[in-house]
Nanobody, 120 residues
Framework: QVQLVESGGGLVQPGGSLRLSCAVSRSISSINLMGWYRQAPEKQRELVADMPSGGNRNYADSVKGRFTISRDNAKNTVYLQMNSLKPEDTAAYYC??????????????WGQGTQVTVSS
């Protein structure tokens, strides 16, 4: 089992920045894919950014150029740097790991979420 713990959320003014962290309970070099998702009230959870192992990073169109996903293998931590934040970025942000993939499928784990509120 892979456990994920997010941190770094909070209240920020429009145009501000936050960095979210996702601590992973095992070596992230063995994880097939790490990603960040968000869910605003009364909306479906949506992909923000993901980072396949050895692959290209993917971003939602709404965050391209403003958000950056990165990883620190030594700390088993994945980050989401969020710049130029907008009120529409307000949501609960979740970290996801996809792991132990085989011909039968993959396992996945979710963190508990961290709230980001962008407001003046």
């Amino acid at each position: 089992q892979v456990q994920l713990v997010e941190s770094g959320g909070g209240l920020v003014q429009p145009g501000g920045s936050l960095r979210l962290s996702c601590a992973v309970s095992r070596s992230i070099s063995s994880i097939n894919l790490m990603g960040w998702y968000r869910q605003a009230p009364e909306k479906q959870r949506e992909l923000v950014a993901d980072m396949p192992s050895g692959g290209n990073r993917n971003y939602a169109d709404s965050v391209k150029g403003r958000f950056t996903i990165s990883r620190d293998n030594a700390k088993n931590t994945v980050y989401l740097q969020m710049n130029s934040l907008k009120p529409e970025d307000t949501a609960a942000y979740y970290c996801k790991a996809v792991w132990d993939c085989s011909a039968y499928g993959c396992y996945d784990s979710w963190g508990q979420g961290t709230q980001v509120t962008v407001s003046s």
